[in-house]
């Protein structure tokens, strides 16, 4: 088969969700010996590359805003037509607009994924898009249970659920010690991690907040924050309001294949996200044997299971992320249970269990 993926913002340049995840599936679907293209945007990488066995084709940006966008569809159907792609996956619903355009032009199947944000953050323009994209693809995926009763509210039809899924290669046989030595953690320190663009939507403010409460009970405690974005400012004059300076620490955003090493150097992950449609991350720690404590939204629910694999907290609560974390950090045993559980568990997340799934679709579509 030939697949023609669409996405927005993909590696190295962008660490979306959606990036990495597309770039995982069009591994390991070359690897299963289909032809893959992948479409994108970029402003300094090559226009035409090939990595890991399929093509990269970037579009440069132009404009900015509805304007950018459109820009963006019309070279996008532009190159479907170059293609002539088997089947189009549009990996977001806003996307699915320039493949349902190359659909009727090129009579060539459109599968539309979603994402958090298309299907959480709904505004009248977008609910209308959403609509006319969902009623009119060929097949539709949602990455958790809850994505696909959101997406059926906006349009009743059939929708597979296949979630993100994980490369545990990356994160075998990593010693916490060296990692941690590699990063100058001392070994007594206790690490908090969290992982995510800087941004309102992530609830970053909440669990800085939260660890005024924490130090006070425990001297020892960092928190890492993996990440870059519009919001480091204000959460900087947080910290330093707080008097946190000298116990949390912003390492900005890092390539995809460090995130193993960061984790492994941790002890706690935490995802205070306001929304958040499935949370790649948390697999990230599950892999990495962390426990997790995560805001109940979304879908994370479907991956946190509250007192198995960690806890889950209401959204927008320090005190509740201090509790949880507090629970962790006094009990070696639970840490040590939950970490043996959370590396089993990721199993079923494996790209190459997510990839078959995904294939099966495609095979139905064609």
Not at 13 to 23: D, P
Not at 215 to 231: M, T
């Amino acid at each position: 088969m030939k697949i023609a993926f669409l996405v927005y913002n993909f590696p190295p340049n962008q660490l979306s969700g959606a990036g990495v995840a597309v770039y995982n599936i069009a591994k390991h679907l070359a690897f299963r010996g289909h032809e893959v293209h992948v479409i994108t945007v970029s402003e300094v990488l090559p226009m035409e590359s090939i990595q890991q066995g399929f093509f990269i084709h970037r579009i440069p940006k132009r404009g900015s805003g509805f304007v950018s966008t459109i820009s963006f569809w019309i070279h996008v159907s532009w190159m479907l037509s170059k293609l002539k792609p088997d089947i189009i996956s549009a990996q977001s619903v806003p996307l699915g607009v320039p493949g349902l355009v190359s659909k009727i032009l090129l009579n060539v199947p459109c599968v539309v994924w979603g994402q958090g944000s298309d299907i959480y953050l709904q505004s009248r323009r977008k609910n209308l898009i959403s609509e006319i994209v969902l009623r009119n693809a060929d097949a539709v995926i949602a990455l958790t249970e809850d994505m696909k009763r959101r997406m059926m509210d906006i349009f009743e039809r059939n929708v597979y659920v296949v979630p993100n899924g994980i490369d545990l290669d990356r994160f075998r046989e990593l010693s916490s010690e060296r990692c941690r030595a590699a990063l100058n953690i001392r070994a007594n320190e206790k690490i908090i991690i969290s992982v995510g663009r800087l941004h309102p939507i992530k609830g970053h403010k909440y669990l800085i907040e939260s660890l005024k409460t924490i130090c006070k009970q425990h001297k020892d405690v960092q928190l890492i924050l993996v990440g870059d974005g519009e919001e480091k400012y204000s959460l900087e004059l947080l910290v330093e309001k707080l008097d946190l300076g000298a116990k949390v620490k912003f390492v900005g955003a890092i390539k995809n294949e460090d995130i193993p090493k960061y984790m492994a150097a941790s002890d706690i992950f935490v995802l205070p996200s306001l929304s958040e449609s499935f949370g790649i991350v948390n697999l990230e720690a599950m892999a990495s044997g962390l426990p997790i404590v995560a805001s109940k939204v979304g879908g994370v629910p479907e991956i946190v299971i509250d007192g198995e694999n960690g806890f889950l907290v209401e959204p927008e609560s320090p005190k509740e992320i201090a509790e949880k974390v507090t629970i962790l950090l006094e009990d070696d045993e639970l840490r040590k249970r939950i970490s043996i559980h959370n590396k089993t568990c990721s199993g079923e997340y494996e790209w190459d269990n997510v990839v078959k799934k995904l294939e099966e679709i495609y095979k139905i579509v064609v």
